[in-house]
C-alpha cells in the first residue's frame, strides 16, 4: 500500500532534550516535507526536500533540521525543543512539484513541557 | 509568494442541504490548487485538484470545484451533505515552477442531523 509512514504517533518530552521524528514513503517520491499544524493557522510548511541532499527553508524553519540521505526518509529533528513547538506535525510527499498532490502521513502530535 | 484565504472558520450546515466552502488565492499565475480533508485524529486527504483545463473539476466523495480564475476562488461545493462529511476542509495552492505548496487556515464543517 503506499503510504507516508510517520512515527511516533504522540510524544511528550521535556524542553531541551533533542527528538528525531521518522518519515518514510514507500512511492519513490522526490518530493517530500515537513508541516506543522497549530489551531487558526493551517498547515505551515516548516522544510522540504526536492530530492536526496536537496533541502530548503519553508515558513517556519527556526529550531527545526532535516536530512535526505535517502530518497524514501526524510527526519525531523529538534535539537533542543522548547514549549513553543508542541504541535502536530505532519510528513508528505509527492512524485512532481505539488502538481499530483501530497500524500500526508497520519501526523505526529507533540507536546514540549 | 502564494497565500490561500479561506473565509469561513466554521460553518454549520444541516444532513441532505447543500454545501459551498470558500478558498481565495493570490498568485501571480495560475497555480495548481487543491482540497483536503482532515477527519478528526486523521491526517490530510485529497479531494480534488485543479491543474488546467475544465475549470469544474470533480473528487472523491461526490465533492466538486469549479475555478474562476476571474474571481481567484477555487471554491469546493457537495449538492447534499452527509454526517460524515463533517470534517476539516483545507484549500492549498501550489506553484508551477516550484514545490512551495501553501494552505489556507481551514474551514470546520458541522454537519446537524
Known amino acids: 500500500e503506499a503510504q507516508v509512514t510517520q512515527n511516533p504517533r504522540y510524544l511528550i518530552t521535556v524542553t531541551g532534550k533533542k527528538l528525531t521524528v521518522t518519515c518514510s514513503q514507500n512511492?519513490?517520491?522526490?518530493?517530500m516535507s515537513w508541516y506543522r499544524q497549530d489551531p487558526g493557522l493551517g498547515l505551515r510548511q516548516i522544510y522540504y526536500?526536492?530530492?536526496?541532499?536537496?533541502?530548503d527553508k519553508g515558513d517556519v524553519p527556526e529550531g527545526y533540521k532535516v536530512s535526505r540521505k535517502e530518497k524514501r526518509n526524510f527526519p525531523l529533528i529538534l535539537e533542543s525543543p522548547s514549549p513553543n513547538q508542541t504541535s502536530l506535525y505532519f510528513c508528505?510527499?509527492?512524485?512532481?512539484?505539488?502538481?499530483?498532490?501530497?500524500?500526508f502521513g497520519s501526523g505526529t502530535r507533540l507536546t514540549v513541557v | 509568494a502564494q497565500s490561500v484565504t479561506q473565509p469561513d472558520i466554521h460553518i454549520t450546515v444541516s444532513e441532505g442541504a447543500s454545501l459551498e466552502l470558500r478558498c481565495n488565492y493570490s498568485?501571480?499565475?495560475?497555480?495548481?490548487l487543491f482540497w483536503y480533508v482532515q477527519s478528526p485524529g486523521q491526517g490530510l486527504q485529497l479531494l480534488l485538484k485543479?491543474?488546467?483545463?475544465?475549470?469544474l473539476v470533480q473528487g472523491i466523495k461526490g465533492f466538486e470545484a469549479e475555478f474562476k480564475r476571474s474571481q481567484s476562488s477555487f471554491n469546493l461545493r457537495k449538492p447534499s451533505v452527509h454526517w460524515s462529511d463533517a470534517a476539516e476542509y483545507f484549500c492549498a495552492v501550489a506553484g508551477r515552477s516550484d514545490n512551495d505548496m501553501r494552505f489556507g487556515a481551514g474551514t470546520r464543517l458541522t454537519v446537524k442531523p
Open positions: 512511492m519513490n517520491h522526490e518530493y
Open positions: 526536500s526536492m530530492n536526496v541532499e536537496v533541502t
Open positions: 485543479y491543474f488546467s483545463g475544465d475549470t
Open positions: 498568485y501571480g499565475a495560475t497555480p495548481y
Open positions: 508528505a510527499s509527492s512524485s512532481r512539484q505539488g502538481a499530483g498532490g501530497y500524500t
